[in-house]
């Protein structure tokens, strides 16, 4: 599976973005693709996946704020990000993999990254 990430950009606190995340060369409705986020000097944290059979899981820094959503017909997954605050800011990623699951481990196919940069 290739990812494209894509509607990163610079906002101010309390802004939205909505990330794309669009898919080629395997079947996009067999995997559970997940949204993670990394800040300089800070591990890959899970932010978001939604599984091939629609359920949907957060992690708790994002929780309420965040919206995962994925269109089959598109290939593509989405992250609606809400109430954003400065500490939001790092490189955004999305990544495909087969189970229902929160460690990057999980996840064996990665987009390139878009940065998202949150202003106070």
């Known amino acids: 599976v290739q990812l494209q990430a894509s509607g990163g950009g610079a906002v101010q606190a309390g802004g939205s973005l909505r990330l794309s995340c669009e898919a080629s060369g395997r079947t996009f409705s067999d995997y559970t693709m997940g949204w993670f986020r990394q800040a300089p000097g800070k591990e890959r944290d899970f932010l978001a996946a939604?599984?091939?059979?629609?359920?949907?899981y957060y992690g708790d820094s994002v929780k309420g704020r965040f919206t995962i959503s994925r269109e089959n017909a598109k290939n593509t997954v989405y992250l609606q990000m809400n109430s954003l605050k400065p500490e939001d800011t790092a490189v955004y990623y999305c990544?495909?993999?087969?189970?229902?699951?929160?460690?990057?481990?999980?996840?064996?196919?990665w987009g390139q990254g878009t940065l998202v940069t949150v202003s106070s």
């Open positions: 939604v599984s091939s059979g629609d359920y949907t």
């Open positions: 990544a495909a993999g087969r189970l229902i699951a929160t460690s990057p481990l999980a996840f064996g196919f």
